[in-house]
C-alpha cells in the first residue's frame, strides 16, 4: 500500500503481520458521539467488532454492523468476556477506546496488559507527563498505542503541508482559526463540561486543530491566551513558520450573524494569509482511513500526540491577558455568556 504520507515516520502495529483482514476489536466507549465512526472504520477494513462496553445502554448503532458483537454496562464483567474468549483462542488484537478523556490513558493501559494494541481517540491524554507513564507501559508491554488524528489525512491538508514545505523557508504565514460548534445544556451536565474530565473547550474541541497547526507549520515557540470560559477559548500561537490567532466556542450565540440566518449549528474557517482554506468536506472517511493505516503497517503514536498535548495543557493552565497589538482573533471581544448553571468557577 503506498504511504499516505509522504515523508512520515510510522511505526510498526503488528512485527508479524501477514493478513490484515479479520482483526479482531473490542471498544470502550460504544453510546458517545465518535464511537459509531470507529465501529464503521472497523467494518469497512474487514474487521470485526466481538465486544463493546459502555455504563449507557444507549448503544443500538452496534447493530448497523456488528449485532453479533457482546455488549457489557459493566467494565468488570466486560473484562471478564474478553478474558474468557482469550482463554478460549479468541483474542482481541485491538481495543478501540472511545470513553471520556480523562479515561483513556487508563483504558489504553487495560488494553497493553490484555496483550493487544490500542487505538484511541483524541486526546490520548490530558497532561503531558500521562504520556510518559504510557511510553514506558508500552515498552514493557510490546504493544503499540495509536492516537487518531485524521486531519493529518485529510487530502486539502496534505496539500496543504505540501505547499508550505515547498515554499521559501523564510517566509511566515497568518493564519486565523474558527471553529464554534453550538451544545445545549446537556453539554455542561456531562463529563465534557468538566475541565478535570474533559480538559475544556481549547482541548475537547480544539486538539485536533492544535495537531494540525503544528504538523504543518512547525513546533510552538511561542503562545498567550485571551479568553477562556466555560464556553469559549481565544489566543494566539507563534509556530516555526506561523502565527495564529484562534477563537474556539460551543456557544451558538458566538456564530457569525449569516451562520445563523441559514439555521445551522456549527461555522468552521481557517485562513491564511487573508485567503480562506476550503476544507468543508471530505471528513466522512478519515477514520477508516486512520484504521487502514494501523492496519497496514502506518499509525500515529505517543511521540506524534505530544505537541499538541503539550499545547493544549499549557493553554488550559495559563492565565488569560489581554493583547494590545493585532494577535487577538476578531471574535475575542463578544460579550461573555454566564454559566447555564449560575456560579461556575472562571479560568
Avoid at 515523508?7 to 490484515?20: A, H, L, R, S, T
Avoid at 462496553?53 to 459493566?74: H, L, N, S
Avoid at 481517540?121 to 485524521?150: H, M, T, Y
Avoid at 439555521?263 to 466522512?284: A, H, Q
Wanted: hydrophobic content about 35%.
Amino acid at each position: 500500500m503506498p504511504s499516505l504520507l509522504a515523508g512520515k515516520k510510522y511505526i510498526w502495529c503488528d512485527k508479524n503481520m501477514k493478513e490484515i483482514k479479520g482483526k479482531k476489536f473490542a471498544l470502550i466507549g460504544a453510546s458517545g458521539y465518535v464511537a459509531p465512526r470507529h465501529m464503521k472504520a472497523i467494518a469497512s477494513n474487514d474487521g470485526e467488532l466481538i465486544a463493546a462496553c459502555d455504563p449507557y445502554d444507549g448503544a443500538g448503532v452496534i447493530d448497523r454492523w456488528f449485532p453479533e458483537a457482546g455488549f457489557f454496562t459493566e467494565f468488570e464483567r466486560f473484562d471478564r468476556h474478553v478474558e474468557k474468549l482469550k482463554r478460549a483462542g479468541v483474542k482481541v488484537d485491538y481495543f478501540s477506546i472511545c470513553s471520556p478523556n480523562y479515561l483513556h490513558d487508563a483504558h489504553v493501559r487495560f488494553a497493553l496488559r490484555y496483550g493487544a494494541d490500542a487505538i484511541c481517540e483524541k486526546p490520548l491524554v490530558l497532561n503531558p507527563w500521562n504520556l510518559d507513564a504510557l511510553e514506558e507501559a508500552e515498552s514493557q508491554s510490546g504493544g503499540r498505542i495509536f492516537n487518531i488524528l485524521q486531519l493529518r489525512l485529510h487530502p486539502e491538508i496534505i496539500a496543504l503541508k505540501k505547499k508550505v514545505e515547498a515554499s521559501d523557508r523564510s517566509k511566515r504565514f497568518l493564519l486565523d482559526l474558527t471553529y464554534i460548534t453550538s451544545r445545549g445544556k446537556w453539554y455542561f451536565a456531562s463529563w465534557k463540561g468538566d475541565t478535570y474530565k474533559s480538559g475544556g473547550v481549547a482541548t475537547n474541541i480544539g486538539i485536533h486543530f492544535f495537531d494540525m497547526l503544528i504538523w504543518i507549520f512547525g513546533g510552538v515557540k511561542d503562545m498567550q491566551v485571551h479568553c477562556q470560559s466555560h464556553d469559549r477559548a481565544a489566543g494566539w500561537i507563534e509556530l516555526e513558520r506561523a502565527e495564529v490567532r484562534w477563537f474556539l466556542s460551543i456557544n451558538a450565540e458566538t456564530l457569525p450573524p449569516q451562520i445563523r440566518e441559514k439555521g445551522l449549528k456549527t461555522y468552521r474557517n481557517i485562513s491564511m494569509d487573508g485567503n480562506e482554506i476550503e476544507f468543508s468536506s471530505g471528513f466522512e472517511d478519515l477514520h477508516d482511513k486512520s484504521y487502514s493505516a494501523i492496519l497496514h503497517g502506518q499509525g500515529f503514536g505517543i511521540e506524534d500526540s505530544r505537541p499538541s498535548i503539550e499545547l493544549v495543557h499549557r493553554i488550559r493552565t495559563a492565565a488569560s491577558i489581554r493583547s494590545t497589538d493585532d494577535r487577538e482573533h476578531p471574535l475575542t471581544n463578544l460579550q461573555q455568556s454566564p454559566h447555564p448553571f449560575g456560579n461556575y468557577p472562571q479560568f
